[in-house]
């Protein structure tokens, strides 16, 4: 089963080389193209300066009025901190069967969290919530299974304990064989 292509928007500085490597890995677990794009948005109409945060539902909107297509998956890249008003802070966040979603790196890097910095275990964690935000945009809900990249997550650890992939029954339900894809 072909998939809907997939546009990533990259909304603020994101190095090349991860960019390229996060096109790959989506690809190949979608089974879909996907093209990267630069956008331009002025954050400071999203932005709560109580919360010293960034509103995530109105910033899906936005991006969704602005750059999305009933014919392609949009997805924002951005590197601030998310929140929505019932909780704290948020990865990303997508329309389930929607056409798209956000995600955010802000809070993905080690030394947010006293430990040293690795570029590496940062960039881990935004594939997966990527893939993630993108699973719900093609239609599936929170997964039970321990290693899915569709287990929810509130931490990032919960996000370094789960796998970069779907399970075989998310990926089923999506149609993806498992010739397609990753196996």
Not at 106 to 130: C, P, S, T, W
Not at 131 to 144: A, K, N, Q, T, V
Request: charged share 20%; hydrophobic share 35%; aromatic share 10%.
């Amino acid at each position: 089963m072909q998939l809907q292509p997939i546009t990533l928007i990259s909304f603020g500085y994101f190095e090349q080389n991860f960019l390229g490597e996060l096109v790959a890995e989506v690809s190949l677990e979608f089974s879909s193209p996907v093209k990267i794009i630069t956008g331009h948005l002025d954050l400071s109409n999203f932005h709560d300066p109580t919360r010293r945060q960034y509103n995530g539902n109105d910033l899906l909107k936005k991006v969704d009025s602005m750059f999305s297509s009933d014919k392609v998956k949009t997805l924002g890249l951005f590197s601030v901190d998310l929140y929505i008003p019932i909780l704290t802070y948020i990865f990303g966040q997508a329309y389930l069967e929607g056409r798209t979603g956000i995600a955010s790196l802000y809070r993905f890097g080690n030394e947010r969290y006293g430990m040293e910095k690795d570029d590496e275990i940062q960039h881990a964690r935004l594939k997966k919530e990527v893939i993630h935000e993108l699973g719900h945009m093609f239609g599936l809900i929170h997964c039970h299974i321990s290693s899915c990249v569709m287990r929810s997550s509130t931490y990032v650890e919960d996000i370094d304990q789960k796998g970069l992939n779907l399970c075989f029954n998310c990926r089923s339900k999506m149609g993806i064989s498992r010739t397609q894809g990753r196996s």
